[in-house]
């Protein structure tokens, strides 16, 4: 056990300790017009649920009691 926790830590030391930086370019980091868009369609797509999610809840009944079904309760059946 204590020879996999050694190799591990061996293995991070040799990746923190790297001096050479990594190929990045001078647009690393910045966020693309695409990625607006896709968090855009996320925010609709969660808006619609949310609101389609409301219209189903307004439609059940207050209590799913058997005394609601035998006073003509809405039948969650149909």
């Known amino acids: 056990m204590n020879d996999v926790v050694l190799l591990g830590m061996d293995l991070m030391a040799g990746v923190l300790a790297q001096d050479e930086p990594r190929q990045t370019g001078p647009d690393f980091g910045k966020a693309s017009p695409v990625g607006l868009i896709v968090l855009l369609l996320l925010l609709v797509a969660v808006f619609f649920l949310v609101w389609s999610m409301n219209r189903h ?11 609601d079904a035998a006073d003509g309760g809405v039948d969650p059946g149909g």
């Open 57 to 67: 809840l307004r439609r059940l009944p207050k209590s799913f009691d058997k005394d």
